[in-house]
């Protein structure tokens, strides 16, 4: 099926007797959340512009615009002046072939929507594309790169997306000549990126450049089917938490380190990043660090989106450079399709869009459930079925003649609500987590995909699949739910029915999710032996010189970053009132907040002192314990520091 797809596409790519794009947007840049997808300018006016001033002026309007780029524009980039053009939210920028930036940066602040395509960037300071605090951005077939001189660190980054960015798709770009490419993250101790961070890489080429092909943070990065050459330190680059998936890539044996884990020097620590591969082509060996990930990263890109159709094998990755990359013929002329390829969970109830092209007199969309069968169809009159993919195309007609788009395909949400998270049979689920960074962590929230055409939904949970029927927790509009506080050592079963607009309710699967009790007795009691969640991670503490020559009682302690985090565990000793006391390392360069709580009921909180070294807080007042109680260590950090907790000893 998949290469009958494929020939179809390339009929259709050389209808114009032109090279357009292979795929349309694939990837993180499809989901829901926040908006519904990428449409970039779709409905807004299309324009050309061949100057700066006029890109300048119709990058930064409010409304939606398709804005062609034609010729070379010159910046103070080549001066080594600081020089970019601001974006706004709801833009498609999309050149001519041989459209140049030249000394011009694309700056992106706080928007969304946005997609950028076919250009030449370069020699720009401090960025060829940066986005900040922005998501859905689709960068495409653009050749991105600045460095010609022996100097590698004067320039910045090509396509930097920073500071809680996300939702971002980069394709078939040609990043080259550089010293750090491409960041996914604002570096270590950055909440903004907490959550965030989500993007997908694929069919680009990487070549001559040392670093950040890409470098991820805290976040979850897909990369496929991408090509790498030359690359003087690492290619991928993971920290922090980061999941990665690596698949069908094509790592020259000019690649010094396909992967490298930036900052940690095993996984027991805060700075330590995960990547899996999934059949890529290594011409050269794996990076030392690669042996510290033997279970790698637990994201499944596929929960996310649709892309086995456009998944490469690493042999024909390598055919990539030169003439699949980078900008390409006739590109302005393609329509941009929504919902996008390999979007899921669509709602049934939307109408398929696609943008105008300059110049378009008519168009034709060709729509069906067999992409070898598509009939033409009346895009107005399209009524959409649950759980079924679609394929369709756009031929567009202009006086210059017929262009026509790729095969997208999308699939509709199910009858039943679906995507559960925690996932069905998880069995070590976060029961708290981070929803701000300067308070502490409150209960996590359940929630699942879409279900097709519903007003509201019903959400059940009990300890027992019996006890299921007469447990409705409460409904909701949304696809999340908070239950409360949950108990570790637990298992809990949970199901969401959906509630159509006529009352008619479809009954949910039942899931199941626990997460294993740690217990607390007296005496001391290590942190790292306690249940962590949110941004709570291990650190190995031996009195080494890294952190000041303090030993940590048991050589570990658990560490917070830039967020809140919290350590449970179960009583089980005899009841009665017990003196607690919480040993934590102190640093001066801020002072962290840290509470303890009794069966989610706050008994204590203290600060640290803003001095290097082991403390110990005693709780002023006995604390009356019983079996069962759950007992929880808070904390959350202060300006940009670390929150070391080391232990916990209870007496009589």
């Not at 031996?542 to 952190?547: A, K, L, M, Q, V």
């Amino acid at each position: 099926m998949r290469k009958l797809v494929l020939l179809m596409v390339s009929f259709l790519l050389f209808v114009t007797g032109t090279v357009m794009a292979q795929y349309g947007p694939v990837g993180f840049v499809n989901v829901n959340e926040g908006i519904n997808g990428i449409t970039g300018g779709m409905g807004g006016k299309i324009v050309r512009v061949n100057t700066r001033e006029d890109l300048a002026r119709y990058a930064a309007d409010p409304a939606p615009y398709i804005i062609i780029v034609e010729g070379r524009m010159e910046g103070n980039g080549l001066n080594r002046k600081k020089d970019i053009i601001e974006v706004g939210s709801n833009k498609t920028i999309v050149g001519v072939k041989g459209a140049e930036l030249a000394g011009i940066g694309l700056d992106i602040k706080g928007k969304e929507n946005i997609i950028i395509r076919n250009l030449i960037i370069h020699h720009a300071d401090p960025d060829g594309i940066a986005a900040r605090s922005s998501h859905h951005i689709w960068v495409d077939h653009c050749d991105v790169y600045s460095e010609d001189e022996p100097v590698k660190e004067d320039w910045d980054g090509l396509v930097d997306l920073t500071v809680g960015s996300s939702y971002l798709t980069v394709s078939y770009c040609y990043i080259h000549d550089h010293h750090k490419a491409c960041l996914l993250n604002s570096g270590t101790m950055h909440y903004d990126d907490n959550g965030k961070n989500r993007a997908t890489y694929h069919h680009n080429a990487f070549m001559r450049t040392d670093q950040r092909n890409p470098r991820i943070g805290y976040g979850l990065g897909h990369v496929f089917s991408n090509y790498y050459q030359t690359i003087g330190s690492y290619a991928i680059g993971v920290h922090t938490q980061a999941q990665v998936v690596s698949e069908q890539n094509y790592f020259d044996k000019t690649v010094n380190h396909p992967f490298e884990n930036l900052y940690a020097h095993s996984v027991d620590e805060a700075s330590c990043g995960f990547i899996i591969d999934r059949n890529s082509y290594f011409g050269g060996a794996l990076s030392p660090m690669f042996k510290y990930q033997p279970t790698g990263a637990n994201f499944r890109p596929e929960t996310w989106y649709d892309y086995d159709f456009a998944l490469t094998s690493p042999k024909e990755v390598a055919g990539l450079y030169p003439n699949q990359v980078g900008p390409v013929e006739g590109l302005e002329y393609e329509p941009i399709l929504w919902p996008g390829n390999g979007a899921t969970d669509v709602q049934c109830h939307v109408k398929p869009q696609f943008s105008s092209v300059e110049g378009m007199t008519k168009a034709e969309v060709f729509m069906g459930t067999d992409p070898n069968k598509l009939r033409l169809t009346k895009i107005d009159k399209v009524t959409l079925a649950p759980a079924t993919t679609y394929y369709w195309y756009v031929k567009a007609y202009t006086k210059k003649g017929s262009r026509v788009s790729p095969i997208y395909r999308f699939t509709t949400a199910a009858e039943k609500a679906a995507k559960p998270y925690p996932a069905n049979g998880e069995r070590s689920a976060k029961l708290r987590i981070a929803v701000n960074p300067q308070s502490k962590t409150l209960p996590m929230n359940l929630s699942w995909s879409p279900a097709a055409s519903v007003t509201r939904y019903q959400v059940y949970l009990a300890t027992t699949e019996k006890g299921l029927e007469n447990a409705m927790v409460g409904t909701t509009e949304q696809t999340t739910f908070n239950p409360g506080t949950l108990l570790y050592g637990q298992k809990y079963f949970w199901r969401v029915d959906a509630v159509k607009p006529n009352g008619t309710v479809v009954k949910g699967d039942v899931w199941c999710f626990e997460s294993p009790a740690c217990y607390i007795r007296e005496g001391r009691t290590e942190m790292e032996h306690l249940a962590r969640s949110a941004y709570a991670y291990l650190e190995r503490n031996d009195g080494n010189t890294r952190f000041k020559g303090y030993k940590a009682s048991n050589d570990t302690v658990t560490v917070g970053e830039v967020g809140p985090g919290a350590m449970s565990g179960i009583w089980q000793g005899k009841e009665g009132s017990y003196r607690i006391s919480v040993t934590f390392y102190d640093e001066a360069s801020g002072q962290a907040w840290m509470g303890l709580s009794v069966n989610d009921e706050l008994v204590d909180s203290w600060r640290g002192e803003r001095t290097e070294g082991l403390k110990t807080h005693q709780l002023p007042e006995a604390v009356y314990l019983k079996p069962g109680d759950q007992v929880r260590v808070d904390f959350y950090t202060h300006r940009r520091m670390r929150c070391r907790i080391d232990c916990m000893d209870v007496v009589k």
